[in-house]
């Protein structure tokens, strides 16, 4: 049994995505949905894991957008719901969030977005959602530990069923990944199903939008009110004699309660856990008393800034102290937090951080990258697109997923990289203004995210970026989810299988090729041959991603052919082990190897070794 | 005992991620709050897995200040390199290192020189009290034919040397829980290797 499951009264490890879900459980969902991103995979993963067992729905959507509009269809017919996403994925659902603020909902909703601080698995941008909370209008809650993650959870369903509102839960990585300990409550059975009953209010069309609109303001106000008394904000050493007193939010009030210990010191804290609506009287009376005050707040200076307007009202001589001592860019840590107070008030941290830093800065080992994995069809097809453009001009469309890897040598085949789609989008700009030729690179779950609208673009606007389709048959980077292509739901039922290829021929392109990456020739040459057409083309580089196909392998007790390098024909000259790069393959008091523990057996290598010098493992 | 800092670092692949859910499920067990950090995606393919297991009587943050670890454990010797600055003389860090070298593509490929096993360890000693290197992998590999269990290995040598203050009976219970039904016993035999390893 999954450890989300177990029964109430039990203390469990669980990670912070893990206990989300929990809270959804105690809360009473029948409906969750998601497009999975990390941080905030996990919370999908985990859901698919237990939503049969529990008796809900769960949904892989096709993007986050549609995942929202999913949830908000179930809310909206009286089924408590939870849509969960990255902060990316807030941006694509952005449309359909702020009409949900209007339109309210029947039974609680709750939107789960994952911030990522320090990008650990992320490009793009170090998004901070906050202020989507603000100019969406929606109340948000900041849980900094497994536990919160639960507590935060059933108390924004009951105040999103008893105000009618959806409400945000935003985690940063920390928390999403963080393993803390949990006492379980009762798992209460969702309604999976309710009635649609017709209100003027979901018709979000004017000039009733403006009544709803200040209606949406009152329930704010109320929510004020809410936020002001309630257990989530919460004050440490409350009453010690300070000029200084500290307000922080999210996992940022660990690193102040180390620091503190660190530094031996006792500081009032006073740490928010309702983002939106701040709790405004709350914090005025918190702040009268001090000197100075030091906001701990990763990212943006939001409850900064908002303390300072505060502050003009109730304590216009207070120092309000924040970014200058903490960076705009990147995570806290405890040793920030250590300087920090130890600047503020003066006392010194025992062990000298200083001198530890010059000591170890002084070391350096190569970095390791993070690699497509020995077989990944990927790596096939950058190989074959390189050897097919050599000597052009070429501009490589990058997108995201785990082929974002390509931007690394010897690939080097992601020269942009936007959002979900983008390769597309971009792709055609570029092709339409300049005389460079240009790849666009997505992959199957991208495509269906945000590569259609793209590669009709392409098609009406006479364009011909050549688009190639890297499907390998999930959803892989974030870890192994089911998409439109496989033919599976997330509950593990069967579906139908969605071609992209037939999509690409209705979206009006001509030329559509579904080539296995593995047959490197076929590659190299289509490719070539597909660069000199004036029309959109697309290529659709069909494998399955190698962990899975190994993993099924494994199951069915199907033994691999691993493949080793002869030394006596070996000539050294590097195409296997510095352009096609395989992670198998290294060298060794000058001898070329294939690692046998690593090998998958793919053969992309025997194919192109010019001095054909590798062969079967003999048994 | 008021709190006691691990880290568990490896190359994606290697379990370093199971093995620091096992110490930290054996720690609850113990009765011991816990509180660990993980970096899950896109890192997690051949990238480096630094992990941090935290237990004792009361917690907070999740991650180990530099200087604050009580013990390292590398799968690999490069990834002990990177994670030297948790160690420190003050807290006496004992680095478990196995002796299995896995080239980063930097190497491989990009020409970087992977630096020798003494220069590895003269790096790390002036932020250790003890550097302890173990051939675990090759021994698991000539026990079962593969290195998939050298992370047990080392939790056993761990456990058997009193490097950790974990009993082995929460460590075994907690394997029982984590570890796939059908490598259970295989697991349980290769900890006891570790345990009685000189």
Known sequence: ?619 | MKEFNVIVTGVGGQGAMTLGMIIAESALKQGYDVRTTELHGLAQRGGSIPLHIRFGEKLYTPLVLEGEANLIIALEPLEALRTTYFGSKKHKTVFLIDNYKLLPITVSVLGEKYPAMENIINHIKPFAGEIIILNASDIVIKETGSDITSNIFILGYAAGNELIPLKEKFILKAIEEIVPQKYVELNKKIFELGIKHK
């Open chain 1, 1 to 619: 049994m999954h450890k989300v499951l177990e029964k109430q009264g039990n203390k469990v490890l669980l990670l912070g995505n893990e206990a989300i879900v929990r809270g959804a459980l105690e809360s009473g969902v029948g409906f969750a949905s998601t497009y999975p991103g990390t941080p905030s995979s996990e919370i999908g993963i985990t859901f698919a894991e237990i939503a049969k067992d529990a008796g809900i729905y769960f949904e892989y959507s096709t993007n986050e957008k549609v995942a929202l509009e999913a949830a908000a269809g179930a809310a909206l017919s009286g089924v408590k719901s939870m849509c969960f996403f990255k902060h990316f994925g807030l941006n694509v659902a952005c449309e359909s969030v702020f009409p949900s603020a209007y339109t309210g909902v029947k039974a609680g909703m709750v939107i789960v977005v994952a911030d990522d601080p320090a990008c650990h698995s992320s490009g793009q941008s170090e998004e901070d959602t906050r202020p989507f909370a603000r100019v969406a209008h929606l109340p948000m809650l900041e849980p900094s530990n497994a536990q919160e993650c639960v507590d935060f959870v059933k108390l924004a369903y009951k105040l999103s069923d008893k105000f009618k509102i959806p409400f945000f839960i935003r985690t940063t990585t920390r928390v999403s990944h963080m393993r803390s300990i949990v006492k379980l409550g009762k798992i209460v059975k969702g309604k999976t199903k309710g009635k649609f009953i017709k209100d003027i209010v979901y018709k979000n069309f004017p000039p009733y939008i403006m009544k709803t609109h200040e209606e949406l303001h009152k329930k704010l106000d109320e929510l004020r009110e809410v936020s002001k008394k309630i257990n989530i904000n919460f004050f440490v050493n409350k009453n010690i004699k300070s000029k200084l007193g500290i307000i922080v939010t999210g996992i940022s009030f660990d690193y102040v309660m180390d620091a503190m210990n660190d530094l031996k010191i006792k500081v009032p804290v006073l740490k928010i856990g309702f983002t939106y609506p701040l709790p405004d009287k709350l914090i005025k009376n918190f702040i009268k008393r001090f000197k100075q005050v030091l906001v701990v707040e990763e990212l943006e200076p939001i409850v900064e800034n908002h303390i300072k307007i505060l502050a003009k009202e109730v304590n216009p001589k207070l120092k309000v102290l924040g970014k200058g001592y903490f960076p705009y860019a990147g995570e806290y840590n405890e040793e920030m937090l250590v300087n920090a107070l130890s600047k503020t008030t003066g006392k010194k941290y025992e062990f000298d951080l200083i001198a530890h830093k010059k000591k170890y800065l002084k070391i350096k080992e190569p970095k390791r990258l993070p690699v497509l994995c020995a077989g990944c069809p990927h790596r096939a097809t950058f190989y074959a697109a390189k050897v097919a453009t050599k000597g052009m001009d070429v501009v490589y469309g990058g997108d995201v997923g785990c082929y974002v890897l390509g931007l690394f040598k010897p690939y080097e085949t992601q020269d942009f990289m936007f959002s979900m789609g983008a390769s597309e989008g971009l792709g055609h700009g570029i092709k339409k203004t300049t005389n460079q030729k240009v790849i666009a690179f997505l992959g199957d779950s991208t495509f269906f995210h945000a590569g259609m609208p793209g590669l009709v673009n392409i098609v009406y606007n006479k364009s011909n970026p050549l688009v190639i389709v890297m499907d390998n048959r999930i959803t892989a980077m974030t870890g192994h989810q089911p998409n439109p292509g496989m033919g599976l739901t997330a509950m593990g039922e069967k579906t139908k299988e969605i071609e992209i290829d037939a999509i690409a021929k209705a979206m009006g392109v001509e030329d559509v090729r579904v080539i296995d990456p593995r047959n490197i020739n076929l590659m190299i040459k289509t490719i070539k041959e597909l660069l000199e057409k004036d029309k959109a083309s697309v290529i659709v580089a069909k494998r399955e991603c190698e962990l899975l196909a190994m993993r099924k392998k494994r199951k069915q007790g199907i033994k691999v052919v691993k493949f080793e390098i002869d030394p006596k024909l070996c000539r050294k000259c590097g195409t296997c082990l510095h352009e096609l790069a395989c992670p198998a393959i290294y060298e060794e008091h000058g001898v070329f190897k294939i690692n046998k523990n690593i090998c998958t057996g793919c053969a992309v290598c025997v194919q192109i070794c010019p001095n054909k010098a590798i062969k079967p493992v003999k048994k």
